[in-house]
C-alpha cells in the first residue's frame, strides 16, 4: 500500500518539474504557490505534527531566511549563494528560543512562540538596517523565474522526502513517543529537550530555504509580510486539514490551502474575508475529522474494505 503514494508522488514531482514546458506563466504561479505551501507544512509537520508541539511562530523563520537573502544580495552576493546562510541562521535562532520555549507544555508552548514570532516582528520594523516598516527591495537584476521555479520546486519534493524519511527513522520514532507520552518517553531514556529542539532546528532550516526564495521571487519583503502571524497560522492549518504526522497529509492540505486562497483573490469581495473562511475550515475539520483528509480517506476505505455480514439462515414462520 506504501507503494501507491510513492508512485502517484513520483508522477506529480515529474509533471511540476515538466510544467514550464506546457504551461503558462500564471499557471506556473499558482503551481510555484502550491510548492511553496508543501514546504512549509510538511516543515512545520516535523515538529508539530510528529512531535506533537504546536508552535504558531514559524513566520519568524521564513523572515529571517528572506532578510538573510535580501540584505547579502544588496552587498553584490549572489542571491542563490544565500540559500544556506539563511538556514543555519534560522536553525540557530531556533535553538536559542527553543531551549527556554521547550520548558513548557502544551498551550504554554504555543503562547510562547506567538510571542517570539511578534517579538521579531517589531523588532524587524523598528531598526533601520532590515528597511523598517517600510521594507527592502532585491538589487535589480536578480529575478529569474523560471530558476526559482525549479528550486522551488525541487526544495518542496525534498522537503516531503524528508518528512517520509525521518516519519521512518529512529528519530522520527523518538518524536512520535514524545507526541503520545513525553513522560514515558523520558522514562525510556529519550532525551525529549534534544530530540524536540533537532525537529525544531531542522524544520526552521527548510522554512528558511523557503523565505529566501520567496524573497528572490517577490523581489521585495517588508517585516508586516513575511513575520505576518497570518502566515504562521496558515503554515499550522495546512497540516490540519490534510492529517497530521502523516507524509501525505500537509501535500494535501497544501493544496487544498492553495487552491482555496488562490480562487479567493481573484473575488474581490472575498479578499478580505479568507480567516473567517480559513477558521471556518479549520472549526469543520476538527468538529467532523480530527485527522483531516488522511483520516477521512482511511476511514472511507476501511469502510469499502469491510466484509458485509452474510445473511443469516431463516427462521421458519410458526405463527
Not at 517520509?164 to 507520552?181: E, M, N, P, T, Y
Amino acid at each position: 500500500m506504501r507503494a501507491l503514494p510513492a508512485s502517484v508522488g513520483a508522477v506529480a514531482a515529474t509533471a511540476a518539474l515538466a510544467a514550464p514546458f506546457f504551461l503558462e506563466r500564471g499557471a506556473l504561479n499558482d503551481l510555484w504557490s502550491l510548492a511553496l505551501g508543501v514546504i512549509l507544512a510538511s516543515a512545520w509537520n516535523l515538529l508539530g505534527g510528529f512531535a506533537g508541539q504546536v508552535s504558531l511562530g514559524y513566520s519568524a523563520f521564513l523572515g529571517i531566511g528572506a532578510y538573510t537573502t535580501v540584505l547579502l544580495s544588496l552587498r553584490g552576493v549572489d542571491p542563490f549563494l544565500t540559500l544556506p546562510l539563511g538556514a543555519l541562521l534560522a536553525a540557530l535562532f531556533s535553538v536559542v528560543i527553543g531551549l527556554p520555549a521547550f520548558r513548557l507544555r502544551g498551550p504554554y508552548f504555543t503562547i510562547a512562540t506567538i510571542g517570539v514570532g511578534e517579538a521579531v516582528r517589531v523588532s524587524a520594523a523598528s531598526v533601520s538596517f532590515t528597511g523598517g516598516s517600510g521594507g527592502l527591495r532585491m538589487p535589480a537584476g536578480s529575478f529569474d523565474f523560471q530558476l526559482n521555479y525549479y528550486s522551488m520546486t525541487v526544495l518542496a519534493i525534498l522537503a516531503v522526502a524528508l518528512s517520509a524519511v525521518v516519519r521512518r527513522s529512529a528519530f522520527g520514532r523518538a518524536l512520535a513517543a514524545i507526541r503520545q507520552d513525553i513522560d514515558a518517553a523520558e522514562s525510556l531514556g529519550v532525551n525529549s529537550t534534544r530530540f524536540k529542539l533537532a525537529a525544531h532546528a531542522l524544520s526552521a532550516a527548510v522554512v528558511a530555504l523557503a523565505g529566501s526564495l520567496y524573497a528572490i521571487n517577490f523581489q521585495y519583503i517588508a517585516p508586516g509580510s513575511v513575520f505576518d502571524f497570518r502566515l504562521s497560522l496558515s503554515i499550522v492549518l495546512m497540516p490540519i486539514v490534510g492529517g497530521v504526522g502523516t507524509v501525505v497529509g500537509p501535500v494535501l492540505g497544501a493544496l487544498v490551502f492553495s487552491t482555496l486562497q488562490i480562487k479567493l483573490l481573484a473575488i474581490p469581495a472575498l479578499r478580505d474575508a479568507y480567516l473567517l473562511l480559513y477558521g471556518g475550515l479549520l472549526i469543520l475539520v476538527m468538529l467532523y475529522e480530527p485527522k483531516g483528509l488522511v483520516g477521512l480517506w482511511r476511514r472511507l476505505t476501511a469502510r469499502l474494505r469491510s466484509p458485509v455480514p452474510a445473511p443469516g439462515p431463516e427462521v421458519p414462520d410458526v405463527g
